[in-house]
């Protein structure tokens, strides 16, 4: 199976949603700046309902919070809100916001209890101070732990909504330059246009050969200065050059780009093997990317099925009701079974029968043959986004993915994890061979790297491939990190039928 073939499949999926981002450019005024602001101005409106939230819940159950004449209590609020940004400042939480593609909240989320723990602290000794010196009563250690509390759940909440939710309407996209128009490079074009989240646009590429004549292609790497200063770019990514320019003349090239207004991002040679856990080591002077070991340690591997059996337990106990609703729902709505039962392969190939609210109509397995013309997955995959045979209370539950849920059986029996490879059904899991094989190492999983990242609108080599990544760079983690990114894909219902 050539690689073109899925990446230029995306290319075209995703063109509605270029067209779309044009108009929304072209209608909505934007600020031309003002994204670390507007990450300032959140966290300090965060922070203020923490505070507020702290001190109400303390005057109920303790009395007054706060003894000290109104004028004073207002300095020492909004004393209190520069501290902290200030603070946030220090320790980089606002750098990253203009310094990478993907200002990730889950990535930030050490780095802000480091400094929520520290200014909380500070405050306390601060609090303490005052009332031994002038009397006034501010910040108890009651108090203090419950700001920390409701301070670490509503400022990466409000971060994370400012990112996702308003940042792309209210500031004007970063302007982006992708240097290599060929697979790779029309490959990061399709992933930027999937994620107006980004905030970044493309505005073209650069390239040399059998690309130069398309629209979007600017000119060939060697004008990438001149089309930096025409263009107003504001990130450089170099993705593969189709080009034969020597090593030297690539360094001098982006020597010359390198300025403070720039970014620039490189995409690795052989991206496919990296992942989030490899880690840069400095080999005197040389930057090194080392790779994790291909498997966890025997304990590592223990706490994994121990979270996994845990949390599988307590959810099938917390969704009991929506469980039971989702059942009843279906007998009354069609004939035949509540769940559906299918036979996938499992970690080392071991077949295993996953369990699934039943959405489509009795029977439905057989006139798949029938439907075969209106596939529109490639590969061995089979999806049609409007299937027929998918019953009405059958379409909401995959909606919202409600269909996955009885697979927390299938956890809590050891054949599946709540992370891992997507659980192909035999005949299709059967056509991955070679190297991709080792995608089934791990125990396939209810999510994983292909949910979390497109979904259903993946084609069946890009699933593959990112089974083969997780596979191969696994940690408990990343695990964690997928299943915090798995809640806004189901709530924004993407790749979802």
């Known amino acids: 199976m050539s690689s073109s073939r899925p990446e230029g499949a995306t290319v075209a999926a995703l063109a509605p949603n270029r067209a779309r981002s044009a108009r929304q450019e072209q209608q909505l005024p934007r600020l031309e700046n003002g994204r670390t602001a507007l990450l300032a101005i959140t966290d300090a409106f ?21 003894v ?28 990253r916001q203009s310094s990478t593609i993907v200002a990730s909240t889950f990535d930030e989320t050490a780095t802000m209890l480091n400094a929520l723990m520290a200014g909380s602290l500070v405050m306390l000794l601060a609090g303490q101070g005052l009332q031994r010196v002038a009397g006034i009563k501010v910040y108890s250690p009651s108090e203090a732990v419950l700001f920390l509390a409701f301070a670490l759940a509503l400022v990466p909440a409000a971060r994370w909504t400012v990112r996702n939710r308003l940042l792309h309407g209210v500031v004007r996209p970063r302007r ?37 004549g398309a629209d979007d292609v600017l000119g060939c790497a060697a004008d990438l200065t001149r089309v930096v200063d025409e263009h107003e770019i504001d990130w450089v990514v170099l993705a593969g050059a189709d080009t034969a320019t020597h090593y030297e003349e690539t360094l001098e090239m982006v020597r010359r780009v390198r300025r403070p207004d720039v970014h620039l991002s490189i995409v690795p040679t052989y991206f496919e093997l990296f992942a989030s856990n490899a880690t840069i ?24 099925r121990s979270f996994d059996l845990t949390a599988s337990l307590l ?71 409007a299937d027929p045979r998918i019953t009405r209370t059958g379409a909401f539950l995959r909606k919202w993915r409600i269909d996955e849920l009885p697979q927390l059986w299938n956890v809590v029996r050891g054949e599946m994890s709540l992370v891992g490879p997507r659980p192909f059904v035999v005949h299709e899991a059967d056509k991955i061979t070679g190297w991709a094989g080792r995608r089934l190492e791990s125990l396939p999983g209810i999510t994983g790297l292909w949910q979390v990242l497109g979904g259903n609108d993946l084609s069946f080599e890009e699933m593959v491939k990112l089974d083969y990544v997780y596979t191969t760079n696994w940690s408990l983690l990343w695990d964690i990190k997928i299943l915090s990114q798995t809640l806004p894909v189901v709530l924004g219902r993407r790749g979802a039928y």
């Not at 309902?49 to 109920?60: E, I, K, M, S, Y």
């Not at 080591?281 to 990317?289: K, S, W």
Request: net charge positive; hydrophobic share 50%.
């Open 176 to 212: 982006a330059l992708i240097v290599g128009a060929g697979a790779t490079g029309r490959l990061i074009e399709s992933k930027i246009a999937a994620h107006p989240d980004y905030n970044l646009q493309v505005v073209g590429f650069l390239a040399d050969g059998t690309t130069e």
């Open 315 to 385: 959810g099938l106990l917390a969704l009991s009701p929506l469980l039971l609703v989702a059942a009843i729902a279906i007998k009354l709505d069609s004939r035949g079974p509540v769940f559906f039962r299918q036979v996938r392969n499992g970690r080392g190939g071991k077949a295993f029968k996953i369990i699934k609210f039943r959405s489509m109509v009795d029977g439905a397995e057989g006139q798949r043959f029938d439907l075969a013309h209106l596939n529109q997955m490639d590969g061995p995959l089979f999806k049609i986004q």
């Open 68 to 95: 000290s004449p109104q004028w004073a209590t207002g300095l020492l609020a909004l004393g209190a809100l520069i501290g902290w940004i200030a603070l946030f400042t220090i320790y980089g939480l606002y750098e």
């Open 46 to 66: 965060a922070l203020f309902v923490a505070g507020v939230a702290t001190f109400t819940l303390a005057n109920q159950v303790a009395g007054p919070a706060i």
């Open 281 to 304: 080591e400095d080999l005197q002077g040389i930057p090194v990317v080392s790779l994790p070991p291909m498997r966890l340690s025997r304990s590592a591997r223990v706490l994994k």
